[in-house]
């Protein structure tokens, strides 16, 4: 008797894991749909609090008739997942949990419940796509590049990407919601959610100020002067404009100003002026042991293309090994608001090869950081985006 498959699909109660489960099961497969509570914090506020998700994902499976359980990872993702989103902004850094939350909860816990039930492999909605070469699985970036998210899937291994199935890799986002209209699913032009995956729209600085006290104090130019307050370091992501609070100035030049570095010594918020300031950018980074998918590092020197955000263009850069363990990375154009605590990702065309947490780079206000990594300070322990103080920074110049 031939054996069917058995997929189990973590829906999310949105248009793209729906339209994944309908696609598995249009192609022969046997499906189950998971809604996986990943927080127990229920706000009333929330545009679209977990309970209705809930409901969306089990109306679904409904419409598809397969069986559909709810299981709850919260305890996992506190441990795993949202204790280093605290313990990085804590240390002025700023995370990405929702890389984190793929490694160790959909591509992990979720995984191993799923295994255990008796499945052969988990599906999800994103976009992305996996292939097999000669053994080796590689993760490619989807057909849709305006929704490619690859970048928060580097992170997994061969024995993950072995057991997923990511149904959308080929399709347009605009195609997906076609089908999920002719299907009859009711989610099909629910808006795509937004921001932290715990967090969703809610206002970000009081939901940090439930867990972590704010430390207001001064925010300054980076020659020193005094241009107002801030409400705490962990508030503030390099490169940010918003939220600042920086009016009109007499003889300024009118242009925004933009966070460009944090001294966590004085609890100070260093900003400039203009998008184009030359303390926006740096040309290189230094980066913890990084994460191959394959498996396998390469040799380095190594010349590829990165991203340091999500849906930034490739960048082309060359990778050098450290003595550290940790890796230095040289772009071919300076780039803009390099964050410590970001995720670096590596690519050779549509091949993700993996990535890595960025830790220091070659930014003014980052350079001993940057220059104590390059000489051997251990990578795990160095003490990253701690700033020279505004005197040191005045001094320099």
């Known amino acids: 008797m031939t054996h069917t498959p058995h997929i189990m699909v973590g829906m999310s109660g949105g248009v793209d894991s729906s339209v994944a489960a309908l696609l598995l099961q249009q192609q022969g497969y046997d499906i189950s749909g998971v809604f996986m509570k990943n927080w127990e914090d229920f706000d009333a506020t929330s545009p679209c609090p977990a309970a209705i998700d809930a409901v969306d994902a089990a109306r679904v499976c409904d419409i598809l008739d397969i069986p559909f359980e709810g299981i709850n990872f919260a305890r996992q993702y506190r441990e795993q997942v949202f204790s280093h989103f605290l313990a990085e902004y804590q240390a002025g850094r700023t995370p990405n949990p929702d890389i984190l939350c793929n490694t160790e909860i959909k591509f992990s816990a979720f995984l191993d419940h799923a295994l255990a039930q008796g499945a052969d ?120 404009r918003k939220g600042l609070g920086i009016g009109g100035r007499r003889g300024d030049s009118g242009q925004p100003w933009f966070v460009a570095g944090k001294n966590l010594a004085t609890n100070t918020l260093i900003v400039a002026q203009g998008e184009g300031h030359p303390l926006l950018f740096a040309n290189s980074l230094v980066t913890g042991t990084l994460h191959w998918i394959s498996g396998q590092a390469p040799t380095l020197p190594l010349q590829a293309t990165a991203k340091i955000r999500y849906r930034q263009d490739d960048q082309p850069c060359t990778l050098h090994q450290l003595d550290n363990g940790a890796v230095w990375m ?8 390099v964050t410590p605590g970001q995720s670096v990702v590596i690519y050779n065309g549509d091949d993700c090869l993996g990535g890595g947490v960025i ?25 990253m985006n701690i700033l020279p103080t505004t005197q040191a920074m005045s001094a320099r110049r």
């Open 121 to 240: 492999r988990i599906a999800t909605g994103h976009y992305a796509r996996i292939d097999e070469v000669n053994g080796r699985f590689r993760l490619l970036k989807a057909i849709d590049r305006n929704k490619d998210q690859s970048y928060f899937l580097h992170g997994l291994n061969q024995q993950q990407l072995s057991r997923a199935l990511f149904p959308l890799g080929a399709l347009q986002k605009h195609a997906v919601r076609q089908l999920a209209l002719a299907a009859g699913f009711a989610n099909h032009a629910k808006k795509d959610s937004t921001g932290i995956c715990f967090i969703g729209e809610k206002h970000f600085t009081e939901f940090l100020g439930r867990y972590l006290p704010a430390q207001p104090g001064d925010m300054r130019s980076p020659e020193g002067e005094y241009l107002g307050a801030h409400h705490g370091l962990m508030y503030h992501t390099i490169g940010q």
């Open 359 to 383: 830790l220091a780079s070659d930014h003014p206000l980052d350079q001993e950081n940057f220059c104590a990594l390059r000489r051997g300070a251990p990578a795990s322990s160095a003490a």
């Open 330 to 337: 040289e772009f071919s154009v300076p780039q803009r608001a």
